[in-house]
Each structure stands twice: as structure tokens, then as C-alpha cells.
């Protein structure tokens, strides 16, 4: 068992000190507000927008093709990754603080029940891109089997669970060749006709959902989430074999003190480096092979999923270490704001997501489907603003956000006081 790590009978780092841990704060920040520049286009076009650009209801130009494939290679995936390290990290700095007060996991099952309802209401009710449902139950598998672990036995399982995910997502891969290639064989055939099916009942409900969004009532909005949705919530378990691992690997550099200061071996800013380019020009190419192939349906798909599990990775481990380490560092009235977003993370998430149901329906500025890639990166652009405007003033005068504030008196069963 490592000598500088907490256990139930010997909670250590940050339970000491009782404070926060800026660094966190700050790279939370920074997910909080990337991870809206990736769900803007399922959240102001359909869905699938979101990978597909033939899926956008207005024209997309060639110069916004190559807006996709820098959106691609810089943040699709990303912002998630670091959200799910993050995640990790405070499930075990959450656990930390209630092994130093006497608690056991019971807490924290109970707090993640809790993050996995309002994942649902999320889902059904506001978007359905919600997150919150599949952290809930990756961080529960968390709780019951890994909490307890070693660092080096919650590496491990970490790496095999990851490459599990590897060999599972890779299917995707097949599927696209099989449906882009020119077969002869008739069983190939077959298989190509009903794939190409299924990406048109894909592309078919988003046409649906923009009649709805254009000209239907918010009433018919969540019951086509629940009608032709409901299954869907389930099949985020589908991408476990990321989530869940990542989280591992969150627990592992917070218990080694990436996020304190504690680990800060000469070479890891090297390596974090060299994570971050080789991921990156993995992912270039794979943004470019795409591109040239048309990006189709299940190209993009491919792309996305397939391709990158194994480059993302090593983007998301590099960016995570280098924030880390020049966190300290970034002081100033930007820094303080960003870090201010982190704390205020899952309102910003949550409030975004209403903001934008507000936004693009037609029960609000009814602006779904009538925004393209350029105009939805201003939309992104001015919620950046607000974020960094409202949450460092807000925190001054209050403990909380709205949301944490929330979801800590339902973990504990009690209110607790708001204002400073």
C-alpha cells in the first residue's frame, strides 16, 4: 500500500488541510466551458450535428469543413476526458474528507444516486447530451469495486478496462467500412443496405425533432425524449469502457498529488507534452482521412469513437498534467474567473443546458436549426461571458452554486446555509 495515500482508517492529503485544491478548480473551469464549444451543435441543431455535419439543417460551408475538423482535433472528446479525470479525482477527495470524519461509502453512493436523478431530469426534460446519468453509474462500479484499491491495482485495472474499451469501439470501425466500401458480395450488400438504414432513421428523428423544436410545444419535446428516447439512457453504458477508466486514471494522479503539487517528476512535463502531440497528430490525421473521405455518417462515427479512443487518451492525460502543473501559475482576473467556473461547474453545466433550451426553442427565442457551426461558436462565445461574469461574484457572496448547493443537501439530508 503507497505510504502517501489516504485509507478508510487513514485519510490523509487534502482532509488535512481542509481546503480546496485550486488546480482542480481551474482545470474544471476550463472543461466546464470547452465541453459547451462540443455540445453546441446538438444542443442548437440535431443531434447528430454533433459529429455529422450533413445532419445541420443549414447549408455547411467548405471553410466551416475545416472549422469541424479543428473542433475535431482540439475538443471533441477532450473536455469530456477531462471531466471524467476530474471526476475520478473527486470521488476520491470526496471519499478522503468522509473517511476523516467517520464515514464510509454509504455517503457517497447516496450522493451519486443523487447526481443520477438529476442526470435523468437532464435527460428527459432539458437535453438529451446529459452526462450526469452515465458518471453516475460509472462512479458507483467506482465506489463499490476500486475506491478501496491501491494506486497501482486502480492503474491497472484502469489500462485493462481501456483497452476492453479499445477492442469494443473498434466495431465501429468495421461498421464503417462495410457501409462507406463498394461491395459486390450480396451478404455484404445486405449489411451495407441496413446500415445505411439505420443512419436514416437517425437523421429522419432529428428531422423530427426539428419540427418539434420549430413548431411544436415543450410538451411534445420531453415526451418524444421519453416515447423514442427512453432506451437511450441506458446505451450510455455503451461508453463505460472511457468513462470509467478515466475516472481510474483521475483517482491515480490525484493520490499521487498531481493536483496538490506533491508528484512533480522532472520529466513529466515532457511527457505530458509528448502525450499531447503525439495524440494530437494522430488525431489530425485521422480529422484529415475523414474529411477526405466526405465525412461521412459512419465515418464521422468512426472517427469519433473508433479512431481516437487510444490518441484522445494520450491528448487528455498530456493537457490534464500540463494544466496541472502551470495552474499554480495562471493568477490573474481571468485565472480567478476560470477557477470560479470550475467551483460553480455543475450549475454551469445544468444552467447551460436550460439556457439553451430556452434559446433555441420555440417556446423561447426559437432559434433551433437556423444557427450554422460559425453563428453557434458566437452563441458559445457570449455563454463564455456570462460564465466568467456571474460565478466568481456569486461565490464571493455565497458558500455554493445553486445546483452544489442542491445536490449537498440532498447527499446529507439537511440544508445547509447558502450565504457567506
Not at 199 to 206: F, M, R, T, V
Amino acid at each position: 500500500m503507497d505510504q502517501d495515500i489516504a485509507t478508510p482508517d487513514r485519510p490523509q492529503p487534502v482532509a488535512v488541510s481542509g481546503g480546496r485544491i485550486t488546480s482542480l478548480d481551474f482545470i474544471r473551469g476550463i472543461a466546464v466551458m470547452g465541453i459547451l464549444a462540443a455540445n453546441i451543435f446538438a444542443m442548437g441543431q440535431p443531434f447528430t450535428a454533433y459529429m455529422y455535419p450533413t445532419a445541420f439543417t443549414v447549408p455547411h460551408s467548405a471553410a466551416e469543413d475545416w472549422m469541424w475538423v479543428a473542433q475535431f482535433v482540439l475538443v471533441d472528446g477532450k473536455m469530456r476526458g477531462l471531466f471524467s479525470l476530474l471526476f475520478g479525482a473527486g470521488l476520491y477527495l470526496f471519499m478522503e474528507k468522509t473517511w476523516a470524519k467517520g464515514g464510509t461509502v454509504w455517503l457517497q453512493i447516496k450522493r451519486l444516486l443523487w447526481l443520477g436523478l438529476f442526470g435523468a431530469i437532464h435527460f428527459f426534460f432539458i437535453w438529451r447530451g446529459d452526462i450526469l446519468f452515465l458518471y453516475a453509474l460509472c462512479g458507483l462500479i467506482a465506489v463499490a469495486i476500486f475506491i478501496g484499491m491501491s494506486v497501482r491495482k486502480q492503474l491497472a485495472f484502469g489500462i485493462l478496462a481501456y483497452i476492453v474499451g479499445t477492442l469494443l469501439y473498434g466495431s465501429l470501425i468495421a461498421m464503417q467500412f462495410v457501409a462507406d466500401a463498394e461491395v459486390d458480395s450480396a451478404v455484404y450488400g445486405q449489411m451495407q443496405e441496413e446500415l445505411q438504414q439505420s443512419a436514416e432513421e437517425d437523421l429522419q428523428d432529428g428531422r423530427l425533432e426539428t419540427e418539434i423544436r420549430q413548431d411544436g410545444t415543450y410538451g411534445d419535446y420531453v415526451t418524444h425524449n421519453i416515447s423514442a428516447h427512453s432506451g437511450d439512457l441506458a446505451f450510455v453504458m455503451f461508453f463505460a469502457f472511457e468513462t470509467l477508466p478515466s475516472m481510474l486514471f483521475g483517482m491515480v494522479l490525484y493520490r499521487k498529488g498531481l493536483f496538490d503539487g506533491r508528484w512533480r517528476p522532472r520529466s513529466l512535463g515532457a511527457w505530458a507534452w509528448g502525450g499531447l502531440l503525439v495524440g494530437g497528430a494522430l488525431t489530425l490525421w485521422i480529422a484529415f482521412a475523414t474529411k477526405a473521405g466526405g465525412i461521412t455518417y459512419y465515418g464521422s462515427l468512426a472517427a469519433f469513437v473508433g479512431w481516437t479512443h487510444i490518441p484522445r487518451l494520450f491528448m487528455v492525460l498530456g493537457l490534464v498534467i500540463l494544466l496541472a502543473i502551470h495552474a499554480p501559475a495562471a493568477g490573474g482576473w481571468l485565472s480567478d474567473r476560470i477557477t470560479a467556473a470550475g467551483r460553480a461547474a455543475f450549475t454551469n453545466y445544468l444552467g447551460t443546458s436550460i439556457v439553451m433550451l430556452l434559446v433555441f426553442g420555440n417556446w423561447g427565442l426559437d432559434l433551433f436549426g437556423r444557427f450554422g457551426r460559425t453563428e453557434l461558436y458566437l452563441v458559445v462565445l457570449a455563454s463564455w461571458v456570462v460564465m466568467l461574469l456571474w460565478s466568481k461574484p456569486w461565490l464571493d457572496r455565497f458558500r455554493f452554486g445553486p445546483f452544489e448547493w442542491a445536490w449537498r443537501c440532498l447527499t446529507y439530508g439537511k440544508v445547509f446555509p447558502i450565504r457567506r
